[in-house]
């Protein structure tokens, strides 16, 4: 049922993407305000450096955030290959992680950057935790300080990190899911995927791996996000895309089954599932629904993950304020 249901969300889109290059975009409609796009999209873009939230009618950018403007130049280049953004907190700030090693947690308002680290592996993913401390996945890297989940205490006063709170070991981490209604984190590894339940206990973070784990279907897990409205997680792998049923704990095989997709996210009906899937080495310059019609072309940009820009109720409650951690 959760199958065709994902497929359905693409058959009466708010807007036709029909045209399967739309790269002129629609030149007639006005960019609006960011709070007034009815389809915001945001982008993991590696030729700037940047995140990019895009309106998908007009096409227009509607916010943008570089660290070469907010940043030294050292410091900078930590956001060089950014490939993942989430919107957190309302959609009043992103999370973002970038496998040239920075991690930030940036307010949309006025591009004040809350949180941010340097990791020295090679962070992919990044998930907020109940009390607003970080969690990140930091996947293989070639001087061997990857391939672990990482613990990171979020200073408010402070914004600059230098180093994380606690290690522990973690094949291949690609992904961080925080799951809201079930108080756990959902991650794979190399070969399974597990859950985690977290303690702040007067200071002291922990992780605690659950008793329970799930054999992956496949190599080279990747994408990990929830499906709107479900209890269910999407995951791509090297050869094909996925949904794990939390309830009946299986793994089906999704229709649109491509390999090496870098995301993939739906909405609410008529939104669609966007696709990230790479043209040129690990990024591309179109974002694509799963009937390979464009949603957004900008030819110079090397896009590594897109995201409908919208409340994610799977890992947030409805009244999540940004926290003012101690």
């Known amino acids: 049922m959760a199958l065709v249901l994902s497929c359905s969300a ?38 700037e450096g940047q995140v990019v939230i895009i309106d998908s009618l007009s096409k227009g950018i509607l916010w943008t955030w570089k660290a070469s403007e907010h940043l030294s130049a050292t410091q900078a280049a930590w956001f060089r290959e950014i490939d ?23 307010r949309i308002s006025d591009k004040k950057i809350m949180f941010y680290t340097r990791d020295v592996g090679s962070p992919h993913s990044a998930e907020l935790l109940p009390d607003g401390n970080i969690v990140m996945a930091s996947s293989t890297s070639s001087n061997g300080l990857g391939d672990a989940l990482k613990l990171y ?16 070991n973690h094949t291949f981490a690609h992904n961080v899911v925080w799951d809201h209604k079930k108080n756990i984190l959902w991650s794979t590894d190399d070969q399974y995927l597990y859950t985690f339940t977290y303690e702040n206990k007067d ?18 897990p990747h994408d990990m996000f929830p499906v709107y409205g479900k209890e269910e997680l999407y995951l791509t792998t090297g050869s ?18 491509k390999r090496n ?10 939104f669609g599932t966007l696709i990230i899937e790479p043209t040129t080495s690990y990024w591309t310059n179109r974002v694509t629904n799963s009937r390979g019609s ?32 101690k």
Do not use: C
């Open 294 to 325: 464009s949603a957004f072309f900008k030819d110079s940009y090397k896009m590594y993950k897109a995201r409908w820009f919208i409340d994610n109720p799977f890992s947030y409650p409805s009244d999540h304020l940004y926290r003012q951690t």
């Open 203 to 220: 200071g002291d973070l922990n992780l605690i791996k659950g008793a329970t784990f799930y054999p992956l279907p496949d190599k080279d």
């Open 10 to 47: 693409d058959k009466n889109p708010l807007l036709d993407f029909s045209d399967p290059f739309g790269d002129s975009g629609e030149e007639n409609h006005p960019v609006p305000a960011l709070k007034d796009s009815q389809r915001p999209i945001l982008i993991s873009e590696q030729s």
């Open 153 to 168: 205490k979020v200073d408010s006063l402070k914004a600059y990190v230098e180093q994380e709170y606690k290690r522990y």
């Open 84 to 106: 993942e953004a989430k919107a957190v907190y309302q959609k009043q700030y992103v999370l973002l992680t970038a496998s040239s090693g920075g991690v930030a947690l940036i």
């Open 261 to 270: 997709i870098k995301s993939i996210s739906d909405g609410p009906a008529g």
């Open 240 to 257: 094909k895309i996925y949904i794990f049923d939390i309830a009946k704990e299986k793994f089906t095989e999704h229709p649109y089954s």
